[in-house]
């Protein structure tokens, strides 16, 4: 059943484009390691007011790496709220959270349709639990506030084959920027929240080598290394020292108990460095 | 003691009561002021565009335009439309690679090509929060729809994208280079040499517009995108291989999109201001004086009935008029509509300007 609503194209399937193996290329082909420091996030743009018709709006780009195939996340936030629920809608004491993200048909290696698939949902659900910690959420009965991502470009690399998997762990700094691109969008909108919540992403890592001890960094491109073990995503409320939403993946040992909590220790770093940038390009607009 | 004052801020009028608030700008008391639009802009004033190119990394050609507050984002994706996936595929005896004919038959069944193959599939969304009025969830508006067949049809009947370069060819005759092969096919090879290129597979461009921010004028700016979304786009160099039955593309070589047959048509939207509003203009007759504004924005186009959309082109020196669309009114007659014609092209000088 096609959509009869979009402009569909032909057809008969087709498929993007298959590269052929260049001699070059594969002798070449050394792999960019991660020049920076484990504990130094990559550089980011932040800026608020993007959108004037909306109550709030923020846009952000990470800096790409090294590399040139590889694509930073560029993301643009929208906030419109809070308003009035529709009549219909039960009575609710406190503010209702919707979050909705959603990639760009342009954004990945793959190209998206522009219906919401599992993964969209996925981190809007997660999305929206990072944001109720924070949001001062009794200050408006009985009205909802729309949050709207669009991920213009996703972070991957472009070279990159589909066996590393990379995807699962794109996913965890793609959430990582729309926390932190949400929550500057918030404060632009005026919405009380308690602090602002940004997101970190730390990954335990094994690099190529015979160095074989894996290591924690924080702010992880999945093709700079040879395999992820671990990640894990945090938002955190620097202020209150609180963690709104953890999301942790990969395969640890159970008994290491010290392993997660250094995790979960790096992920809050790298969190409160996305904060400092939140909390500069807010000085900037008000100052 | 000072009473309180019933004077409001200009952004409470412009909301409280937007169509006399108009009126007042743009017919002010003393003739020393000059008329001019909420929004600050002379009647005849559009905003300013500004265009980024090459800033997506996944998308074969991109663009950003901007346009007052108006942001939109276009990304062209090619993929492989093979022509055994084609359910009606009818080869074209006369077709050659290097055919350089320009001949109004061939031009005509190029066109034909495009469509009935539907190689071009521009879609544009909307529903991104980029308005209080746009929000995601839903199926796409009637609005969106309009603007992506209205950005489809264009294409077509401007003939922006030469399909010369959306083909991909197989030539037998340069296959069998290594001594070997050639050697065990001795025979083959005089069938070889006569058998012509044959065209195996067609890109799709996938044109896809993402509005960030929208503030009136939507058509203007998609299809500003649209066209320097296209002149950026580069197609990695393709090539057919047999053996594996598909289209291998280079990693280093690529061909930039031709788009030079097309020219460069640009849009330009106005919208008519009436003095008074539709419901009472009807009974009273009269006088009902007009203004028409160029690139109207989101308060504007909320209080203007009548549109005309004109797409010129002014390359090679002379003015073609390659689409006229008006709608929702009487205003413009033909006077105007001649009139009209010498602001789209001051409109085109300033979009090339910016397409630079």
């Known amino acids: 059943m096609t959509d009869r609503r979009r402009v569909n194209g032909p057809v008969g399937s087709t ?8 001699p070059e290329q594969e002798l070449g082909a050394s792999k960019c390691l991660r020049t920076r420091a484990p504990t130094v996030t990559r550089k980011m743009y932040l800026k608020t007011g993007v959108t004037p018709s909306a109550s709030g709006s923020a846009y952000l780009e990470i800096e790409t790496s090294g590399k040139g195939s590889v694509s930073g996340l560029k993301l643009s936030c929208t906030v419109h709220g809070p308003r009035s629920l529709p009549r219909s809608t039960p009575f609710s004491p406190h503010i209702i959270l919707s979050t909705h993200v959603k990639y760009a048909p342009f954004a990945t290696k793959q190209r998206r349709g522009y219906l919401r698939d599992p993964t969209e949902r996925d981190l809007g659900s997660h999305l929206e639990t990072a944001l109720r910690g924070a949001i001062i959420a009794d200050r408006w009965p009985k009205s909802g506030v729309d949050i709207i991502i669009s991920i213009v470009e996703g972070d991957q690399d472009r070279e990159a084959s589909k066996s590393q998997g990379g995807e699962a762990w794109d996913m965890m700094n793609a959430l990582s920027g729309c926390i932190t691109v949400a929550s500057a969008a918030l404060t632009d909108a005026g919405i009380d929240c308690v602090d602002t919540v940004a997101g970190g992403v730390a990954a335990l890592v094994r690099d190529e080598g015979d160095d074989t001890t894996p290591r924690i960094v924080i702010d992880p491109i999945p093709s700079e290394h040879e395999q992820i073990l671990a990640a894990c995503c945090v938002a955190y409320l620097p202020d209150r020292d609180e963690i709104t939403n953890l999301w942790f993946k990969g395969d640890l040992p159970a008994s290491d108990m010290e392993l997660y909590s250094q995790l979960v220790e790096k992920g809050i770093q790298a969190s409160r460095n996305s904060n400092e940038v939140i909390v500069s390009s807010l000085r900037e607009t008000v100052g | 003691m000072a009473t309180p004052s019933l004077s409001f801020s200009r952004p409470t009028f412009a909301k409280l009561s ?7 700008n743009l017919s002010p008391q003393s003739p020393s002021t000059k008329p001019s639009r909420t929004n600050g802009r002379a009647p005849h004033e559009a905003r300013p ?7 997506l990394s996944h998308a074969h050609g991109s663009a950003l335009v901007r346009s007052g507050n108006t942001t939109v984002v276009c990304g062209v994706r090619a993929e492989i439309l093979p022509v055994t996936n084609i359910p009606q595929y009818r080869p ?21 090509e495009l469509k009935t193959y539907d190689l071009l599939v521009p879609n544009i969304e909307l529903a991104t929060g980029c308005a209080p009025q746009f929000l995601p969830g839903v199926p796409p508006s009637s609005l969106a729809q309009t603007l992506s067949t209205r950005v489809y049809s264009l294409l077509h009947s401007c003939g922006v994208v030469d399909p010369k370069s959306l083909r ?4 037998p005759s340069t296959e069998t280079k290594n001594p070997d092969e ?13 058998e012509p290129p044959q065209l195996m597979a067609y890109w799709v461009l996938y044109i896809d517009l993402l509005f960030v921010s929208f503030d009136g004028n939507p058509f203007d700016a998609a299809w500003t995108a649209v066209m320097a979304a296209l002149r950026d786009t580069k197609l990695p160099a393709a090539r057919w291989d047999p053996d594996r039955g598909m289209a291998i593309c280079s990693r280093t070589k690529k061909n930039p999109l031709d788009v030079s047959r097309g020219g460069l048509p640009v849009a330009c939207t106005a919208a008519v201001f009436q003095e008074k509003e539709y419901a009472e203009a009807g009974g009273l007759g009269g006088e009902n004086r007009h203004w028409i504004l160029l690139d109207p924005d989101r308060l504007e186009e909320s209080l203007c009935r009548e549109t005309v959309t004109m797409v010129v082109d002014c390359g090679e020196g002379e003015t073609r008029i390659r689409s ?13 509509m001649r009139g009209f014609v010498g602001v789209a092209e001051k409109r085109w000088s300033e979009v090339r300007e910016a397409m630079k």
């Open chain 2, 49 to 55: 565009v500004q265009i980024h190119t090459s800033s």
């Open chain 2, 92 to 112: 074209r005896s006369s077709l050659q690679p290097s055919s350089t004919t320009t001949s109004d038959d061939d031009d005509a069944a190029d066109r034909a």
């Open chain 1, 15 to 22: 498929h993007p484009p298959v590269f052929e193996n260049e």
């Open chain 2, 182 to 194: 050639s050697m065990q096919v001795d025979d083959n090879d005089e069938d070889d040499e006569a």
């Open chain 2, 324 to 336: 006229v669309e008006k709608l929702g009114g009487t205003v413009i007659g033909r006077e105007l």
């Open chain 2, 18 to 24: 937007p169509h006399p608030y108009l009126l007042t």
């Open chain 2, 168 to 171: 991909i060819w197989h030539d």
